[in-house]
């Protein structure tokens, strides 16, 4: 198998279980809590830790099914819905990061995963504050906090799992290629 056919899959699996579980959350919410929870965030990390730029593929796909769910399923209203949307769109800034020697090593330790994750959470969570005030929604900080500090945990543990693997939370390009000199 190729390495495109390959990312390929994976990277079809990998959204497949973001965006259903997202879905199954948003409908049915977890143990009976209506919260905000979105377990996509650490997947979508995890696809731009894998490929690289064929993770805003995944991405993409999260954004446009958030679209469909909130936008039109649930009705939450358009512009908390372009808010969203716009704010998780913001995930886009983890590409840079990944191009510095930390994410080019063939083993990235825990803490700069964990650290990645609550910079781009937080960037998001940020972005959505102020798209929500610009367009009229006055919603205060500590109340949005309130809504997303499940999710944040929830992802932060899933983070701190997916880190732990051995073989996950790398670039497979590289590792792919190594994997088969080694034969």
């Known amino acids: 198998m190729t390495i495109k056919k390959f990312r390929t899959m994976d990277l079809i699996v990998l959204t497949t ?10 409908l049915f919410g977890l143990i009976g809590i209506r919260l905000y929870l979105a377990i996509s965030y650490p997947i979508i990390i995890l696809c731009y830790i894998r490929w690289r730029k064929y993770g805003l ?8 099914a958030h679209f469909i769910l909130y936008g039109l399923y649930l009705d939450v209203g358009w512009l908390i819905t372009l808010a ?22 063939k083993r990235v330790e825990m803490k700069y995963n964990i650290l990645l994750y609550l ?13 929500f005030a610009i367009f009229g929604f006055g919603l205060e900080l500590l109340n949005h906090a309130l809504n997303h500090s499940l999710n944040l945990l929830l992802g932060l543990g ?8 051995k073989d996950l939370m790398v670039n497979m390009h590289q590792y792919l290629l190594e994997k088969d000199e080694d034969k």
């Open 57 to 64: 593929f995944s991405h993409m796909a999260v954004v446009f």
């Open 84 to 105: 969203h949307i716009l704010a998780l769109m913001m995930f886009a800034l983890i590409l840079p990061i990944l191009k510095t020697k930390t994410y080019n090593k």
């Open 17 to 26: 279980a973001a965006i259903i579980t997202d879905i199954l959350l948003a």
């Open 119 to 131: 910079g781009i959470y937080l960037t998001v969570f940020l972005a959505e504050w102020i798209l």
């Open 158 to 165: 899933l983070i701190m799992i997916m880190a732990y693997q």
